[in-house]
């Protein structure tokens, strides 16, 4: 019998393009790294020389697939959707989705209509609320961004073109995940997300990793009543916008009050530690949930009594570097078991300043001791890429 083939595309799928192979599905991906440890089973087909949601459509015509999935910045993007899907069955929100969840002003004002908590946002002269922008401390924000690239204080000039203002809140970062069809949503983590740390090679609000804990764990502060907010923030959102498939939701935990600030209506950077440490196939239920109407029987409060935390973290390079033989990394792990390392580039990549190299992942008996693990490994990959700067510099 013969395997569905799905076709991933996304600035980073191997997360996702494993998921799915796991589950049974035959896979080709298209990226902006081809990294060497993608599946065995899946085709990997970097785009070059610069990823975009338009050269990664451009990339997929002619590739023969029984469904396509999207991935991180096609969110941003609904004509690439378009050019994605023609012809094809799209397991993921449609572009006129998109075009709704992703609008700032729209999804603020309908979260506060249903009772849920969300920060101010001001555009173009318009804004949620009669007072202007000058009131309080606001974020800058490019519309069409992802990961916290390009975030940065207002200082009271007029926002960039493309951009918008946010209030900044102040607080704990964190992402609910959740999988949704038909107006109804199933939640399936919620992680502390790791924002802008050194030592991880990240600066300002750039996303550089999260971790998963258990409930006991309190990495919010109030961690029951916060659960309860962002489960029917989940389900305002599916109910309002109509959400299909995997999707998260982005939050800083205030007071014990989550706010929402931005809706990733595609698979997310956290999915994988939901697999990890639940035993969920997310991909799966992203199928399920796409082609057939279902949602997963699945109770993420009991899950969420699981003792200990998992976590990655995004590694990026302090300085320009070309990637030596990364090879030894993938002998770190077995399948099967937590990997250390992933993502791991080919050697003879060039990488720049403040680009990520790699991604690393730890286990621990709660957010600190996870955390600790994570940077431990952190700076030994940072060790190792100095070496490798310092042999570029040589030759």
Request: proline share 6%; hydrophobic share 40%.
């Amino acid at each position: 019998m013969r395997r569905e083939r799905v076709l991933i595309a996304g600035v980073s799928t191997r997360a996702a393009a494993e998921s799915a192979s796991r589950f049974g599905f035959d896979v080709t991906a298209i990226d902006a790294f081809a990294d060497i440890d993608q599946h065995p089973l899946v085709q990997a087909l970097p785009v070059s020389p610069r990823f975009t949601a338009d050269a990664a459509a451009k990339a997929a015509r002619g590739l023969e697939c029984d469904a396509v999935a999207y991935l991180s910045t096609f969110e941003n993007h609904p004509r690439a959707v378009e050019a994605l899907m023609a012809g094809r069955a799209l397991w993921g929100n449609p572009p006129e989705v998109l075009r709704r969840v992703r609008n700032p002003i729209a999804l603020t004002e309908t979260l506060r209509r249903r009772g849920c908590p969300a920060p101010d946002v001001f555009r173009n002269g318009q804004t949620s609320v009669d007072a202007g922008p000058r009131d309080r401390r606001w974020l800058a924000k490019p519309r069409a961004s992802g990961g916290g690239h390009g975030l940065r204080p207002w200082g009271g000039a007029p926002p960039p073109r493309g951009s918008y203002l946010q209030e900044w809140v102040e607080g704990t970062p964190g992402s609910l995940v959740f999988v949704a069809v038909g107006g109804h949503a199933v939640p399936l983590g919620v992680s502390r997300q790791l924002i802008g740390e050194h030592a991880f090679g990240a600066a300002g609000w750039r996303y550089c990793g999260s971790i998963l804990a258990s409930s006991s764990d309190s990495q919010f502060g109030g961690d029951e009543g916060i659960s309860d907010a962002l489960w029917t923030h989940a389900r305002v959102l599916a109910e309002e916008f109509g959400l299909v498939g995997v999707n998260g939701v982005d939050f800083v935990a205030r007071c014990g009050v989550p706010y929402a600030v931005e809706v990733n209506p595609r698979w997310c950077a956290s999915m994988e530690l939901v697999e990890l440490a639940y035993g969920l196939s997310v991909f799966g239920a992203h199928a399920a949930a796409c082609r057939a109407g279902t949602l997963p029987d699945f109770d993420l409060k009991r899950a969420r009594r699981r003792r200990g935390a998992v976590g990655k973290a995004v590694v990026y390079a302090r300085h320009d570097v070309m990637i030596g033989d990364a090879r030894a990394w993938l002998s770190q792990h077995q399948d099967g078991v937590l990997r250390e390392i992933r993502d791991i580039p080919r050697a003879g990549q060039r990488i720049r300043t403040g680009l990520p190299v790699c991604t690393v992942f730890a286990e621990g008996r709660d957010d600190a001791a996870c955390h600790a693990s994570l940077v431990d490994r952190a700076e030994r990959v940072h060790a190792e890429i100095a070496q490798w700067v310092r042999t570029s510099r040589v030759l």
